[in-house]
């Protein structure tokens, strides 16, 4: 599997430990910053991800910002992304095996390190259900063809 990841700088220090964790894991990764904590735009880095994802070039993105909410939003304007914020491991589970998220947002104010990796690992180990869950997934992606 290979992952990009990124994040602004309200996210870079949780980025550097949820890195330790794929890096744990033996993902591939392909990060597109920030690596620093002087202020930047958020969108500078979502982007890149969401176009890695959708493209084909990764298996799945995450991000990280303040609260993962603009990271996120910005992440949904590409068409293909299915970002998912989540604060938990259920719904990070739920993300994939419901949604079929194939990127996920946490935020760093949010979020501690320990959590963030619990939540990272679950959200990479879980698959796609399937059948019903297809044909929701399918609805949500239609609407971008509107």
């Known amino acids: ?19 330790k964790v794929l890096e744990e894991m033996d993902i591939e990764m392909e990060d597109h910053g ?44 590409m068409k293909g992304a299915r970002c998912a914020l989540v604060h938990d491991v259920f719904s990070a589970k739920a993300s994939r095996a419901h949604n079929n998220s194939n990127i996920l947002a946490m935020g760093e104010r949010v979020l501690g390190p320990g959590l ?7 959200w990479l180990e879980t698959e796609f259900e399937g059948g019903r869950h297809a044909t929701r997934v399918d609805k949500m992606m239609a609407i971008e063809e509107e």
């Open 1 to 19: 599997m290979k992952v990009a990841i990124g994040s602004d700088h309200a996210g870079h220090r949780l980025k550097v430990e949820v890195v």
């Open 34 to 77: 920030c690596n620093c904590e002087e202020s930047v735009d958020y969108p500078d880095y979502a982007l890149p991800v969401a176009k890695d994802v959708v493209s084909g070039d990764v298996d799945r993105g995450i991000l990280i910002c303040g609260t993962g909410i603009g990271i996120s939003i910005a992440a949904n304007k």
């Open 116 to 122: 963030a990796g619990e939540i990272v690992k679950a």
